[in-house]
C-alpha cells in the first residue's frame, strides 16, 4: 500500500510540473508542442505523464515481484535446510542414546554443515565427545562454535569439560579464571578454581580464592565453615612448603592465618612445634595443641620430644604429663590407653592396671584394651592362661604394640599419623583407631 501511494503521488507531481510548463510561455514548451504537431499542449503532457507513469509503475512492479520470488526461494531453501538439519539432529540424538555413536556423530555433523549456527548440536556434539572420552574434538567444535557465539556460557562449560578430560592444567586454569571474571558470584566455578590450584599445588592462589569465597557467605552457613576450612588448609600447606623452602617468617605469618581461621587444625600446631628451635617451647606448642582439641599425635610427639629433650628425667615427666591430660580430660579415651601402655613400658604395672579397668568400665573395647590386659597379665602376675586368653599372639613375642591411626572421615587405616588423608582429602582426621593395632 505505501507503494501504491508512493507511486500516485509521483504521478501528481508529474501532472503537476506538466500543468506549470504549459502556463510557462518559453519557447520549451512551444517547441515540443510544435515538433509534435499537437494543437494544445494540456493532451500532451497529460499522455507523457500517463505513459511515464504507466512504465514506471509496471517496471516498479516488476521488481517487486522479482524480489519477492527470489525472497521466497531463499527463505524456501532455508526453510529446507533447518527441516534437514532437525531431522538430522533428531536423528543424531536418538543414536546417542541407543549407543550407536559412530551415526550419533556423524548426524550431527550434518547438520552443522547444514546450520553452523545450531547450538543444540553443538552441545549434544559435545557432550557426546567428552561423555565418549574424545575432549580434543569436543574442544574443536566448541571453539568452532565460540567464533560466532562467544558469549553463550554453556559453550565455556563445556569447554571446561573438554579441558578436564585433556589435562590441561595452564587452559583450564586460563578458562576459569575468564569464567570467573565474567560470574563472579558462581560459587561453582570459584569451587571449581581453587580445586584446580589445590590439586597442582599454587597454595597461595588457592589461598586467595578461598579468601573471596569466605567473604561472599553468610555467617555460620555451611558454605561459610567450608570456606573458612579452605582458607586455613590452604594457609597451611603454604606454610608448610615455606618451611621446607627454609623461609621461616613467611611459614610463620601463613601459620597466623591458619590460627586465625582455625584455632583447632593440628597439623598447623605440631608444624609450629617443628619450626621451634628450643624443646620446652616446641612441647608447649603441643601442649597448647592438645588443649585446643585433643588427639594423640600430640602425646605421641610429646614422648619423643621428651626423650631428646631430657633422656634421664623423659619418663618422670612424662607420667606427669600424662596425669595431668586425664584430670583435664577423663574421657578422652586414647590418652589413658597411651598412658596405660606407657606405665606398662616403664614398669608401673599397678597404674597402668588401674589405667586399663578405667579404660574397660568407659565401654573401650577392642584388640587395643585386650592387648594391654593380655601384656599386663603376662607381666605383672605371670597368669599366663590370662595372658594367652586375651592376647595369644603376644606370649613370648618381643615385638613392641603399636597403635594405628583411622581417619574419621572415611575410616582408612594407616600406621602413621597424618594431617591428610589420602583417600578423602580430609585435614585433620586421623586419631588412634579403637579397632586396630599392629606390632612392629
Known amino acids: 500500500m505505501i507503494y501504491r501511494i508512493m507511486l500516485f503521488g509521483g504521478l501528481l507531481v508529474l501532472l503537476g510540473a506538466a500543468y506549470l510548463v504549459y502556463l ?6 512551444v517547441a515540443l508542442t510544435q515538433g509534435l504537431k499537437v494543437d494544445g499542449t494540456m493532451p500532451f503532457f497529460l499522455l507523457v505523464a500517463v505513459a511515464v507513469g504507466g512504465f514506471g509503475s509496471g ?6 515481484a522479482l524480489r519477492r520470488q527470489v525472497g521466497d526461494f531463499f527463505r524456501q531453501l532455508r526453510d529446507k535446510k533447518k527441516k534437514s538439519a532437525q531431522e538430522a539432529l533428531l536423528e543424531g540424538v536418538e543414536a546417542g542414546f541407543q549407543g550407536e555413536t559412530k551415526k550419533a556423530v556423524a548426524s550431527l555433523n550434518r547438520v552443522l554443515k547444514l ?34 557465539t562467544p558469549e553463550d556460557p554453556r559453550l565455556h562449560w563445556y569447554r571446561i569439560q573438554a579441558l578436564q578430560g585433556l589435562d590441561d592444567p595452564l ?24 580445586e584446580q ?23 555460620g552457613s555451611p ?66 595443641g592438645f588443649r585446643k582439641k585433643p588427639n594423640a599425635v600430640f602425646l605421641l610427639e610429646e614422648e619423643r620430644l621428651q626423650l631428646e629433650d631430657d633422656p634421664e628425667n623423659s619418663a618422670a615427666k612424662m607420667l606427669k604429663s600424662y596425669r595431668k591430660v586425664l584430670s583435664r580430660n577423663p574421657e578422652y579415651r586414647p590418652a589413658r590407653w597411651l598412658y596405660a601402655r606407657f606405665c606398662l613400658e616403664h614398669q608401673k604395672f599397678d ?41 595369644k599372639k603376644a606370649l613370648g613375642c618381643a615385638e613392641r604394640l603399636e597403635p594405628v ?24 582426621s586421623y586419631d588412634i583407631s579403637e579397632r586396630v593395632c599392629s606390632f612392629v
Not at 510557462?24 to 514548451?29: A, F, G, H, L
Open 24 to 29: 510557462n510561455p518559453t519557447e520549451t514548451s
Open 59 to 64: 517496471v516498479f512492479f516488476s521488481l517487486l
Open 115 to 148: 546450520d553452523r549456527k545450531n547450538m543444540e548440536a553443538v552441545l549434544a556434539l559435545a557432550r557426546l565427545l567428552i561423555r565418549e572420552r574424545q575432549p580434543g574434538q569436543a574442544l574443536k567444535t566448541l571453539d568452532a562454535a565460540l567464533e560466532h
Open 171 to 194: 587452559r583450564m586454569t586460563n578458562q576459569l579464571l575468564l569464567m570467573k571474571a565474567r560470574y563472579p558470584r558462581n560459587r561453582a566455578l570459584m569451587t571449581m578454581l581453587v
Open 197 to 219: 590450584f589445590s590439586s597442582r599445588g599454587y597454595w597461595r592462589e588457592a589461598l586467595e580464592v578461598w579468601q573471596e569465597i569466605s567473604k561472599g557467605e553468610v555467617k
Open 223 to 288: 558454605e561459610k565453615l567450608k570456606a573458612v576450612s579452605g582458607v586455613a588448609n590452604s594457609a597451611y600447606e603454604l606454610a608448610r612448603r615455606q618451611w621446607l623452602a627454609g623461609n621461616r617468617e613467611a611459614a610463620t605469618a601463613s601459620l597466623k592465618i591458619v590460627f586465625e581461621h582455625d584455632k583447632e587444625h593440628l597439623a598447623a600446631y605440631l608444624l609450629k612445634a617443628q619450626m621451634e628451635v628450643k624443646k620446652s617451647e616446641a612441647l608447649s606448642v603441643l601442649k597448647n
Open 351 to 391: 597404674e597402668a592396671e588401674v589405667a586399663a579397668k578405667r579404660l574397660r568400665e568407659s565401654g573401650f573395647t577392642g584388640p587395643l584394651l585386650e592387648i594391654l590386659e593380655g601384656e599386663l597379665a603376662c607381666h605383672k602376675e605371670h597368669r599366663l592362661e590370662a595372658a594367652v586368653d586375651h592376647f
Open 405 to 428: 591411626f583411622g581417619c574419621e572421615v572415611c575410616g582408612r587405616l594407616s600406621p602413621d599419623w597424618k594431617y591428610r588423608c589420602p583417600h578423602c582429602s580430609s585435614y585433620n
